[in-house]
């Protein structure tokens, strides 16, 4: 066990086996002494190991069993901090001014985590407590940077990782801890926030827990129970779990997980899902689609069928039985647009573009930017998909969700009925879209409203930093049973 130093008459306790900030945790060993005039992250500091009251930040390096007493060089990354190749860092710049508060570093690989950390990011900068500050790991930099300028982020540290196979991922881990020990030792942080359960979340969490920084995982408690399934994401939530000392829970589901693993209650906080947030932040924005075709669908009105697709476990045979299903029901109803959006794995998209070849109610695209992917889901009249974070989206925006997938770790979507469990048979993907085309009243039937989030996630989670910290009061959890409304600019369609 250990304890956050009081500040302001809260103190937060938790239950795990992390020392203290400062304590024993390695001595930094990056060699530079920031003499050469760089910007730094810097800010008056203390000489006790804690942070004082007046919201300073210090360290006792005496303490240290690395070295000698130095001094406290919290500066902004470059390139040479953490590499001759260029290969590491692609952009570095310095905080905002007056760092004296704890900081928060925010790692970022995917546009899942981008999307839900963003908001976030906001709230913690906006609520003058924590200092946030951003990694991007680079594991799918291609589209998290319109992300990050949506929510108005830019990076302390942006790493460039090597070019891998599409399937490399123990490559992929072993650099993203190598570069990520780098960065964290450099900024310093007092607290690192992980998102979800990519390679980058568990290599954030990893390094962080090596380094004796305590780790808080945003969307904790998620599980389907089965290892193979996602993969190998539900492995990479349990490890984060089993290293995170502060795990803010979307749902009482979720909660009722880490409970049942053995987390301590004062670790645990029902949030509500950020994925809410920033979709509520995201859905008015005026923003055109990249196609005349889906531009013209949306603003006409004409029925939609929303298709992603990318889970791991499908590629293959899976992925052609879907493709597949929604050819036929492309050829079954012409009058309805089929928008797939593929991953940006090559292999995935050649199986859908394959499949429907010449078929003109069938439009095919790689990523769209989010506030684009947004509006388009808005337009649907059901979404087909095997993503968790489009399971979270739809019911917000009253779509209903068929899920490409045999189980599911977002079981209250199913459970209100928002969603319903199809998997990759294309006979059933077949059966269940068709009733859902054809059915009076479906869009409104299936979907009584979100149990995910309430809009307000962000800032219950910036608060329960805050407590860990022991900062401000432990903030009242999210109330799963006040559903929620969808947003006044996509009610109705």
């Known amino acids: 066990m250990w304890r956050v130093p009081r500040r302001g008459g809260h103190r937060a306790v938790l239950h795990r086996a992390h020392r203290p900030h400062g304590s024993d945790r390695p001595h930094r060993s990056d060699g530079d002494d920031g003499a050469d005039g760089h910007d730094r992250i810097g800010g008056d500091t203390g000489n006790n190991g804690t942070h004082r009251r007046d919201g300073t ?17 919290r500066r902004a990354l470059r390139p040479r901090d953490v590499g001759q190749s260029g290969e590491i860092v692609s ?3 310095p905080p905002r001014a007056g760092r004296g508060r704890p900081t928060a570093l925010l790692v970022i690989g995917t546009r899942p985590e981008a999307i839900k950390l963003g908001p976030l990011f906001r709230a913690l900068r906006d609520g003058l407590q924590v200092e946030p500050m951003v990694v991007t790991t680079g594991q799918h930099q291609a589209v998290v940077d319109d992300v990050l300028e949506l929510f108005g982020i830019v990076p302390q540290c942006s790493l460039r990782l090597p070019k ?16 990520l020990d780098q960065v964290m030792a450099l900024l310093d942080p007092d607290v690192v926030v992980v998102q979800g359960d990519t390679a980058s979340v568990l290599a954030g969490a990893h390094t962080a827990f090596l380094q004796r920084r305590p780790v808080v995982h945003v ?16 492995a990479n939530r349990r490890l984060v779990s089993t290293l995170a000392a ?32 920033a979709l509520f932040f995201a859905v008015g924005a005026p923003v055109p689609l990249p196609d005349a075709r889906l531009e013209s669908a949306c603003a006409a009105g004409r029925r939609l069928v929303v298709v992603t697709a990318h889970r791991r476990e499908s590629w293959g045979d899976g992925m052609r039985r879907i493709a597949s299903a929604v050819a036929a029901l492309a050829d079954a109803h012409p009058e309805v647009l089929f928008a797939t959006v593929t991953h940006m794995n090559p292999s995935v998209r050649k199986v859908f573009e394959t499949s429907f070849a010449a078929r003109s109610n069938v439009f095919v695209t790689g990523p769209l930017r989010y506030v684009q992917f947004v509006r388009l889901l808005a337009c649907a009249e059901v979404v087909l998909t095997d993503s968790g974070g489009i399971q979270e989206e ?15 770790e977002r079981t209250e979507g199913v459970e209100a009925g928002a969603a319903v469990l199809v ?38 989670s910036a608060a329960a930093i805050g407590w860990f910290l022991g900062l401000c009061p432990r903030p009242d959890p999210f109330d799963a049973g006040r559903p929620i409304s969808p947003p006044s600019s996509v009610a109705t369609h």
């Open 423 to 460: 998997g990759t048979d294309a006979g059933a993907i077949i059966t269940a879209t068709h009733r859902a085309l054809t059915e009076p009243g479906a869009r409104s039937k299936a979907v009584p409203g979100s149990p995910y989030g309430d809009g307000k996630a962000a800032g219950r």
């Open 219 to 234: 969307e904790a408690g998620l599980r389907s129970w089965s290892l193979s399934a996602p993969f190998p994401e539900e």
């Open 91 to 93: 952009r570095a710049v």
């Open 246 to 277: 502060l795990h803010l829970a979307p749902t009482p589901t979720a909660e009722a997980n880490l409970l049942l693993e053995g987390h301590s209650p004062d670790s645990v906080l029902v949030t509500g899902n950020t994925a809410v947030d």
């Open 394 to 408: 739809a019911p917000v925006l009253s779509v209903p969700v068929l899920v490409l997938r045999d189980r599911t």
């Open 164 to 179: 891998r196979p599409a399937d490399g991922l123990a490559r992929l881990y072993a650099d993203l801890l190598g570069r």
């Open 57 to 73: 930040a210090g360290r006792d390096r005496a303490d240290r069993a690395h070295g000698p007493d130095r001094p406290d060089e």
